[in-house]
């Protein structure tokens, strides 16, 4: 039985954490860089281990150091969070190899879904609708300009590493191809170290949804529901949903189970994410799957009355999920605001510092999830993200109404943040519509 858990992460993620073990009587272990001696998750766990200095590659990227940690402290497992080293199949590896119990799916299962070319391939054997495109991977711009024209374009070139933007470039005619092909080849070579990429046809104006799943040890999955992300900027999401106003409830339990058979086709256990593109017409195609707990998890968590991270805990620790496909039901309609210290007006560019005071809202159907408090300094060598607002209420527009009261109570004095872009962006006639695709920031 898993009683301690070394949480490999920080800021808001690494509270959530500690919080739900502390809730399942579980012992925790804070792992913290020296800029986080003051950081809340090092504040808030059991115990705390210094595992190096501020940069994140000598210490919450360093595999040596986190697993030195749970041996000395004697955890039994590690909750990588999201984001460091959460879908990185190497530190799975590492600590299965040395009895560590790692909370997520195998480390294979890891590596073979961070392979988005044979993730793509994995889908379409398990009949998962994924977007026309190549089904072997290409490393010749000759080649792919082939393979281009059989898709039809505009197509689009991928990573097969890649995922969340990089190393990707739309051709929208031929004559763009050989350009395209090259630069985010380039680019894929710096990035992952490998130059391996595959084609698609390029869907235009799509939602981005996406659906969580549960699976445990024993083959039992089942789907949450669905999050629509398409709030996003330079793919960063902004605000995430649940669920989403474009699903019918017959598109939703269509997706639903398209996102178990994917995750039963991965032989995948623990919480993961089936990302989906949604054309206007309904056509929904595989993009990804997300073998992390998400920042978004909380919309979910919400409208399915489940607790995420417990989940991924029990499941770990080897425990049947105590429920099936038919006990879960969606339950009215939760919003979540990521709040960053930046400043929209200088290019979204990272204002870090001391919070010099700050008053966070509360009351019905408000959750906070953060690790700020009054006096503390955001440090520069981390992710912007400070806080996620979550609401909750039985409809859409009440939800909005409710993210927009809770939206304009926030003080944050001595950084910049994004809260009054985000204020914005609940009072633009297109999100009140519902009117959103991946577009939508870009054509604000
Ligand atoms: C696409 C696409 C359109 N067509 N693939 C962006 C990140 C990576 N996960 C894949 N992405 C996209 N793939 C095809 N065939 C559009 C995007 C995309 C996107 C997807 C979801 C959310 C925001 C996005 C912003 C720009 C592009």
Redesign the pocket.
Known sequence: MIKKILIANRGEIAVRIIRACREMGIETVAVYSEADKEALHTKLADEAVCIGPAPSKDSYLSMDRIISATIVTGADAIHPGFGFLSENSKFAKLCEDCGIIFIGPDSDVIARLGNKQEARNTMINAGVPV?P?STEAIYDAKVGAKIAEEIGYPV?V?AALG???KG?RVANAPEEFENAFQTAQKETQMAFGDDTMYI????EE?R?IEFQILADKYGNVVHLGERD??I?RN?QKMIEESPSIALSDELREKMGQKAVMAAKAAGYENAGTI?F?LEKNGNFYF??MNTRIQVEHPVTEWVTGIDLIKEQIKIADGRKLGFEQKDIHLNGHAIECRINAENPQKGFMPSPGTIKDMYLPGGKGIRIDSAIYSGYTIPPYYDSMVAKLIVWAKNRKEAIRKMQSALGEIIIEGIDTNVDYQYEILHHPDYLEGNID?GFIENM
């Open positions: 977007i495109g689009i991928k995922g969340g933007g990707m698609e046809h390029f869907v799509p981005h992300c398409s996003q793919h990302e593109l993009m990804e991946i």
